[in-house]
Every structure is written in C-alpha cells, then in structure tokens.
C-alpha cells in the first residue's frame, strides 16, 4: 500500500507543478466572471444561465484535466525512462497501475473541488442560498464519473504509445457517450440486423456516464436525488473504473519494457 | 544446472532470450543465447560486449522488464519475476531523466517510500547518498536544472536508497565528463570496500579492468569469456582492451 501511494503522491505532485490545472482555473472563472457582469433583458432568472455556464466549463476542464493527466502518465514514464529504474524496484505492473489510477483520480478530485467551490460562491452572491447538498451530490458523481474516465484512459495509455492519440480518442469517446450514449437504443430500433444487435450491445457495454450528469439539480435548484440512487451510480462507477484498470493491467504485465 | 551456494546472489542459467517481431523471420532473433554464470557475494563484475551482444537484454531479464525465452534467472536465489527478488538491489539505469518537477531530495524520499522504508530511516538514507554522490548542496533544487552529471550521480543515490547488497549499473559513466567518471568510480571502489557486490556493464574498459575482480565478455549472445581479470590478463598477456577485442574476433585489418 505504501508504495501505491507513494506512486499516487507522486501524480499529484506533477499535477500541481504543472500549469494545465491553473489556466483552466482562471479560464473558467474569468468566463464565469465576465458572464456574471451582464444582465440580458434585465431577466431575474439569469442566474440560471450563469450557472449553467460555469457548470459545463467545469465539466469541461474536469474532463481535459482527467484526461490529460492521465494519458501521459505511463507514456512518459517510458519515454523519459524513469519506468525501469521504478520497476527495478520491489513494486509490481499492478501497483504502478493502481498507484497512477489513484494520483489522477485524487488530483482530479482537488481541482474538481477548488471548482465547485468557486461555482457555489458565484451561485451564493447571486441567490444569497447554498444548497450544499446538492452541490455535494454534483461534486462527487462528477468525481467518481471522472474515475471512470481515468480509468479508461490509463487502460487506453498502455495501449496507444502516444499520448496525444490516447487523449483524443478518449475526449472523443467520451464526448460521445455523454452526448448520444443514451439514445443508442433507440437508434438501435431503427436499424437492421446484424447492425441492430451491434449497437444494442454496444449500448448495454458502454459506461453510461451521463448518469452522473446532474447538472439540472444544481443549476434550477431542485431537491437532492435520493442517496440509494446516488450510491447506485457509486457502485455502477466502482465496477465500470475496476473493470477498465483489470484489462489495463492484463496488458501491461505482459507488455515487454525492454 | 548451477548450483547456487550461500554466497552466490546473482545466478543466470542457460538463459535464452528470441525476440519476435516482423522483421526477424519466423525464429525471432536470438539476443542472448544460453548464457550461464554467477556473481558471488563481495565481487565487482564487469559485464561487456560490442552493442548489440545482448547485455541490456540479460540485465532486462535480470530486472523482471522482459520475461526469458528459457531459463531461470534468480537474485539472492529468488526468481526474478518476483518482485521481492529486487527487495535488495539497487539499479542505475542507462540515460534515465529523473522527474524533472522533483528535487533530488524529493525523489529519493518518492523511491524510498517504494522500498518502505520507516521515516526516519528514509531521511538518514537521503542524506547519507547524497553526500556520498556529492549533492548535498543541490538537494533542494528541482532536476531540471542539474547538468548531465549531477543527473547520473541522482540516479547512482537513487539506486543506493535502499542500502542494497547488490548494484546492477548499465553503463554507469556513460557520457559524463573525466570528472564525473573518476567520481563515479571512486563511488564504485568505496562500495567494493563496503562489501557491496557491483553487477555493471561498460565500454569503458580501462575503468572496468581498474575497478573488476571478474568480468564476462558477450558477443552475438553468446558468453565468449569469463573468468577473473587478472587472470585474463596473464593468460592472454595483454591489457583486457586487446583481450576484448580477440575474443569478439575484431580484427582492424581489412
């Protein structure tokens, strides 16, 4: 355990030694803030709209961060060569892959939560309420969404070489689960066999990750989603993340370093 | 078989290793070929060859990154595809960039942590290898700023963390300096005297006959020669650059 974590420590580390996370931050909150400054149509709702904004630029810049952040981390390992004199010491594929899963996430996890942070004070000066439960549900689905990503990304950085092909792929991938993931049945029913079965199966194999998307709740202020439901998608994120990080490693302690 | 005794930490029997690829025809291509031998307990061995005779290949099988093709590999009688075979070694590798964002002190705490060792115990580690690599005054500056010298002195303290009983070094003075080597070799005797049993491939054959109670010479995989260095040099009588290249069968003449 304590080299797993000597490996997570060592991600998050790099995560905030590195700029990425920085100008992201200030990016979302300089939008957000210029945004906040206008008032269209003298509209008392607006504030919805800002929320709404800062929220998908936090979904985006959680995505990049996860993503970027984890494609490099084996890749790089392997180009700068630091992987041999790591492995050459008493700490298994295994580890190094938990290790690496567990830095992103929990990096992932920081920025993620200096986001929400800032989003609940925008959402408080403006509405003078903080539903912080709510929030508290976005903020920890979105995060263990992103461990789902994390994972597949460091499965897919053990199998393309190059990181910037694996983070395309992966934003790209993504992007289309969260945008037309949950219409691929229907989809499915106006096809043809064999394409029917295809993507009907495709659809039951996907992560549904649009199940951790609960913007709406924050953004129009509705109750908390019941805490069964959110430790349903908890649990559906736990399997879809081990599942992911099983076949990462199966490749990895098979993959010759030399 | 070999037959290892108490005092053999190193043990490599009839190892094989054929990598497979498009290129290498239906056989692979034979990188090391039945190689034999052991490295006992106290001794500094010198591992040589041309490039391509199939060292890394057998120190990569040696550290677990590449699995043999046949034969049995063991450290401190251990097989080598178990990790707490490297438990006890410490391992420079060839041109490696250390993390760039991390200080030197930094790193060897991170490398440290992998072996386990108690807090207190990992912070006398530190700064007992950096002043034995002399970085005591650079311990607190980031990697990225350290010249190519001081970068192969990190990863000797790097490899020298754990306080191990045998060191495998791949080209340990490869592009330094004349300084940098004499130090790098100073640091190798000063482990001779301690005890420490030295595993280290090199062209650098001049270093290698001062430093080396033994060396094997390899070519196109196979072992050519292997026996003690002075014993070498009274046998073939001449220097082990002559005997280097006799054995290898290189011969300057057209």
Same mark, same amino acid.
């Given at each position: 355990m304590n080299a797993i974590l000597a490996v997570a420590t060592l991600v998050i580390k790099e995560l905030y030694r590195r700029k990425d996370f920085y100008v992201l931050f200030v990016l979302t909150a300089l939008i957000t803030l210029m945004m906040g400054a206008l008032n269209f149509f003298n509209d008392d709702q607006v504030v919805r709209y800002l929320k709404e904004i800062c929220l998908l630029l936090i979904w985006i810049s959680g995505l990049v961060i996860a993503i970027t952040t984890t494609a490099r981390q084996i890749p790089a390992e392997r180009e700068h060569r630091t992987i041999f004199p790591l492995l050459a010491k008493p700490l298994t594929r295994g580890q190094l892959v938990l290790g690496k899963f567990l830095g992103c996430w929990l990096a992932t996890g920081l920025a993620l939560l200096v986001f929400y942070l800032f989003f609940g004070l925008i959402s408080a000066s403006r509405e003078h309420v903080w539903p912080i439960l709510s929030y508290g549900q976005a903020l920890w689905l979105h995060w263990f969404m992103l461990g789902v990503v994390i994972a597949m990304t460091l499965c897919g950085s053990v199998v393309f070489a190059a990181p910037s092909s694996n983070a395309t792929i992966m934003l790209v991938v993504v992007i289309g689960i969260l945008l037309i993931g949950r219409y691929l049945n229907k989809v499915a029913l106006q096809l043809d066999q064999p394409l029917q079965t295809l993507v009907y199966t495709l659809y039951y194999l996907i992560p549904h990750l649009e199940f951790f998307d609960v913007r709406d709740l924050v953004i129009h202020n509705w109750d908390p989603i019941s805490w069964w439901v959110c430790g349903g998608a908890t649990l559906y994120a736990a399997v879809y993340g081990a599942i992911f990080l099983i076949a990462g490693w199966l490749v990895f302690r098979r993959q010759s370093l030399g | 078989m070999v037959t290892s005794g108490p005092e053999t930490i190193l043990s490599i029997d009839k190892l094989v290793v054929r990598y497979r690829a498009r *290129? !290498? =025809? $239906?056989? =692979?291509? &034979?990188?090391? *070929?039945r190689l034999t031998l052991e490295v006992q307990r106290g001794e500094v061995f010198g591992f040589l060859g041309p490039n391509g005779a199939g060292k890394t290949s057998t120190m990569n099988v040696l550290l677990g990154f590449i699995p043999p093709t046949a034969g049995t590999v063991s450290l401190f009688g251990v097989p080598v595809d178990r990790p707490i075979a490297r438990q006890r070694i410490g391992y420079l590798p060839e041109l490696t960039y250390y993390y760039r964002f991390l200080s030197a002190e930094e790193l060897l705490r991170f490398y440290a942590r992998i072996f386990g060792l108690p807090a207190e115990l990992r912070e006398q580690r530190i700064d007992m290898v950096l002043k034995l690599v002399e970085l005591e005054h650079a311990r607190k500056k980031t990697i990225r700023t350290y010249s190519r010298g001081m970068q192969q002195r990190v990863g000797l303290a790097q490899a020298l963390i754990n306080d191990p009983d045998l060191l495998i070094l791949d080209e $340990? !003075?490869? =592009? &330094?300096?004349p300084i940098g080597r004499m130090k790098v070799r100073s640091i190798i005797q000063r482990l001779k005297q301690e005890g420490k049993t030295v595993f280290f491939s090199s062209h650098e054959l001049g270093e290698v006959e001062t430093v080396c109670d033994r060396v094997a010479i390899l070519s196109q995989g196979e072992l050519k020669t292997l026996g003690r260095v002075d014993e070498l040099v009274r046998q073939y009588e001449c220097d082990l650059e002559k005997i280097f290249l006799k054995v290898i069968g290189y011969s300057s003449e057209p």
């Open positions: - | *290129d !290498t =025809g $239906p056989n =692979g291509k &034979l990188a090391v *070929d $340990p !003075t490869s =592009g &330094l300096d």
